[in-house]
């Protein structure tokens, strides 16, 4: 009891001693599910790099190189363009907290787990939400969310464009210029989709983006990069309430002198080693080309399906053109129990498989071919896994 404990008495160092001895080390499986996937050796190397002042000229030039290359992932020209240190939950609360005072309208397309957490973080900041739903596999139609933004008076349209819950893909092409007739800016959450499906910010005049480090990108979780448009911007400067602290794009913009007034006023202390990790990792997206990017992954995937029809698996989206090129829900065979074969998966191949959340809870498991992972042989591996599994676990 700590209440008798004597003044030079600490808690129980023994146990703790013996644990911390006995180092956590974990074999390496390969990541196949819904995200995070396996780092390069290049960005694990990267990480390890000495730990930077945060207001140093080596921390500058490792912002500016992010910034630089952010931009060109989104394929923007957009100022604000930054990485924020915190995942992409954290992301996405930027983005609604950064572009609406309270009582402000939002349209939420809800499309699985994703969108119904901005919708749970949008009540808490008491915005007036109208969310929509739509049946697992659909997505939703211009003429559905021109109707909602307009019936609404939205001043924000909130997307998800990748689902890894359900395993869809909404596409985002017309919503911009749609949503600037009626005054509402477009928000996407680009967690998963990033470097796996095509995404043209200016092209399509999204004003705000948030995507992940951990899916596609390679690199570790806990970060997201963060694209605003000009419009986005403006709508920062003109609202009323201030954003919460840790997620004020105005004050992190200053930081990573996105408004060219050089004061890189600090904002918080950033890792230069996870900086450091995304710089390698989007190095490697430069290196390779969006367009070769975008390609191979819907070029495995759809070998990938492929073969999974022959071994006699289906997919939980009906609909091709529905289905995101990142992460498949796939049915979880009669006779078979999820557990089970993720378990076996795991023990005989060394293969990380998520299971069903949101949509596919109980229904399908979710497997994702990304970023490094997205090459034929590891489709090949991954259907012998689920082939071998059926023989052995069907009773
Ligand atoms: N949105 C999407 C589409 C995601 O896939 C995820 C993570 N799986 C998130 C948001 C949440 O990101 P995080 O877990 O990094 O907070």
Redesign the pocket.
């Known amino acids: 009891m700590l209440a008798t404990m004597a003044e030079n008495e600490t808690l129980d160092y023994e146990n703790v001693y013996k644990k911390s001895a006995k180092r956590f080390m974990h074999k390496e499986y390969l990541l196949l599910g819904?995200?995070p996937i396996n780092c390069s050796d290049r960005v694990l190397k990267a990480i390890s790099m000495q730990t930077l002042n945060p207001l140093s000229v080596d921390m500058h030039q490792l912002m500016d190189e992010i910034k630089e290359m952010t931009q060109y992932l989104f394929q923007t020209k957009n100022r604000l363009t930054l990485v924020s240190q915190?995942?992409?939950?954290?992301?996405?609360e930027t983005i609604i907290t950064n572009l609406l005072d309270r009582g402000d309208k939002l349209v939420i397309a809800i499309g699985?787990?994703?969108g119904e957490?901005v919708l749970d973080m949008a009540l808490r900041y008491e915005y007036d939400v109208l969310p929509l739903t739509k049946p697992p596999g659909e997505v939703y139609t211009l003429e559905e969310l021109e109707n909602a933004v307009k019936s609404h008076k939205a001043k924000l349209l909130f997307v998800?464009?990748?689902?890894?819950?359900g395993g869809i893909l909404q596409k985002l092409e017309g919503l911009g210029p749609m949503c600037h007739k009626y005054g509402c800016l477009l928000g996407v959450?680009?967690?998963?989709?990033i470097a796996v499906d095509p995404l043209f910010v200016d092209r399509w005049e999204i004003d705000a983006v948030?995507a992940?480090?951990?899916?596609a990108i390679g690199a570790p979780?806990?970060m997201?990069l963060l694209t605003f448009s000009p419009r986005a911007e403006q709508r920062m400067r003109e609202k009323k309430m201030k954003p919460p602290y840790y997620f004020d794009m105005l004050r992190q913009g200053i930081y990573f002198d996105c408004f060219g007034d050089h004061t890189r006023m600090f904002h918080y202390t950033f890792s230069s080693n996870m900086l450091s990790a995304v710089r390698e990792a989007l190095a490697q997206i430069c290196e390779e080309g969006l367009l070769e990017i975008w390609a191979r992954h819907k070029r495995n995937v759809e070998y990938f399906w492929k073969r999974l029809d022959e071994i006699g698996y289906t997919c939980f989206v009906k609909k091709r053109e529905n289905r995101f090129h990142g992460?498949t829900g796939v049915n979880v065979p009669e006779g078979i129990s999820q557990r089970e074969l993720i378990k076996f998966a795991k023990d005989k191949y060394d293969i990380e498989i998520a299971p069903g959340f949101g949509p596919t809870l109980n229904k399908a498991m979710r497997l994702g071919l990304m970023g490094t992972n997205s090459r034929p042989e590891m489709a090949d591996y991954l259907i012998e896994a689920l082939k071998d599994g059926l023989q052995h676990l069907k009773k």
């Open positions: 819904g995200g915190t995942s992409g939950s954290g992301g996405n699985g787990t994703w957490r998800t464009h990748g689902e890894s819950t959450d680009a967690v998963v989709s948030n992940g480090t951990q899916k979780p806990g997201c992460v």
